[in-house]
Nanobody, 117 residues
Framework: VQLQACGGGLVQAGGCLRL?????????????MAWHRQAPGKQRELVAV???????SYPDSAKGRFTISRDNAKNTVYLQMNSLKPEDTAVYYC????????????WGQGTLVTVSS
């Protein structure tokens, strides 16, 4: 099982980006899916999480600007990021609880988002 994230890039402050992350391999079912980020010199932090039935939650830093969604048929999670700020610059990682032969937590490889001022 692998998680492949894409969609990062360079954007000006106030702009938007959409990240996606697809699970591939022997995936039977996926429970929670999430996005985390890690800025240089900082700890990795949760950005958004979504349950299998679509319930989403966000920390205060992302509320109102970021939207997480998923397509269960495609085993894919998305992160729509609007009104981006320079402090959103980080490597963004997707994360998912996946049942293949057993339940296991998987991480994607990370995609870099750079927001210029």
């Amino acid at each position: 099982v692998q998680l492949q994230a894409c969609g990062g890039g360079l954007v000006q402050a106030g702009g938007c980006l959409r990240l996606s992350c697809a699970a591939s391999g022997s995936v039977f079912t996926i429970n929670n899916m999430a996005w985390h980020r890690q800025a240089p010199g900082k700890q990795r932090e949760l950005v958004a999480v979504i349950t299998k039935d679509g319930s989403a939650s966000y920390p205060d830093s992302a509320k109102g600007r970021f939207t997480i969604s998923r397509d269960n048929a495609k085993n894919t999670v998305y992160l729509q990021m609007n009104s981006l700020k320079p402090e959103d610059t980080a490597v963004y990682y997707c994360n998912a609880d996946i049942y293949s032969r057993r339940w296991q937590n998987y991480w994607g490889q990370g995609t870099l988002v750079t927001v210029s001022s």
